[in-house]
């Protein structure tokens, strides 16, 4: 069988993932094209084919395709043109969502409902936005564990610790909801630790991906997101290098985690930003705890979360287009309850949190803005 996978962007590479773990462990072929290479700038990804100087080659991977395998939302008219689609013909289409269907359609919940029930079968990361998705099967976000710029290496001894933290773009943390990761307040935090002589901060943006990964195999510590209850694949690379993870995993993605790969145990080390100060301390005046945690996330996921065994559920699902269709499309919560506690349950605890660790001046211009705009502000 053979699959093409197309994106606007590169996806933060999680598309490439996918795509090489299907080439190096299954009978599939699978070829990814992406329209916009430099849509991040500097901050690069590997890319199999680019729509823009590699058309043709790009076009021959999409007529030779079984599957068409979409990632996000995007508008063909506005990407790789609207007569593409008119060449898939009676191939088998698929779509994977990464982020919140906020993300696309703003406060518009007409366009916000035309994401959610699109009748193309739909996957969703095991990870924040899943929720949002009631009719997607849930799919693993891949690493390469064996690939050396994700392996183990000790980490640099020439001064204090050095802790990684990579922000994907400069949000509050009380912001936004799911698009962030906290990086006012959690480079503050950071950069006041680094003040104290306790550790080296390294904030990776506008880096190269492969870059990032080779400055983060020599780093103490690592810090995914403390803010939104997600964890991003950034923090999947870091346990996969062996070291220790600080990140927040609210309950529905630990229970997400669970189901995906049978643990019971997850080594993210879960702790909220208002509470990371004293495990960050913690963590950075002892070496030899920071050995055991980082050993012991490189062996949780050689044991759960190696690609060679959760790429077959990227595999499960190709085939399902075929022998099993009805499979696609039914809704996973069975109540109003279920989704309540899948979604405002822990929005409830977000807005909570967002109340304290906003200034009362800035929640009183949130206020006008929203107002102004006939946007609800949240209560």
Known sequence: MRVVHLSNTPVAGSPGN???ALNRHTDIEARHVVFNTQAYGTRTFAVDIDWR???DEALAAIDAADVIHLHQHFAFEETFGADLP???G???LIRQYHSAPALWAKHDRELLTRIVTDPVPQLVIAQGPERYYPFARVVPNLVPLHDERYRPAPEADDGPPIVVYAPSGGASAWKK???TKGAPQTLALLRRLERK???RLRAIVNTPHDECLRLKQHAALA?????TGNYHLSGLESLAQGKPVVGHLDARVQAQLRALTGAVELPWLDVRLEDAEPVLRSLLGDKRLRDEIGQASRRWMETYYDEATLV???RRAYFDLFEAPDSFGVARFQSHADHWRAVALHDHAWDARRRVGTPWWRQAADAIRSAVKGVPVLR
């Open 312 to 314: 077959e559920h990227y």
């Open 53 to 55: 100087t590699q058309r």
């Open 18 to 20: 996918i795509v090489a």
């Open 197 to 199: 002589g306790l550790c």
């Open 223 to 227: 810090v995914d997101e403390c803010v």
């Open 177 to 179: 909801r799911w698009e």
């Open 86 to 88: 008119r060449r898939f």
């Open 90 to 92: 009676t191939r088998k």
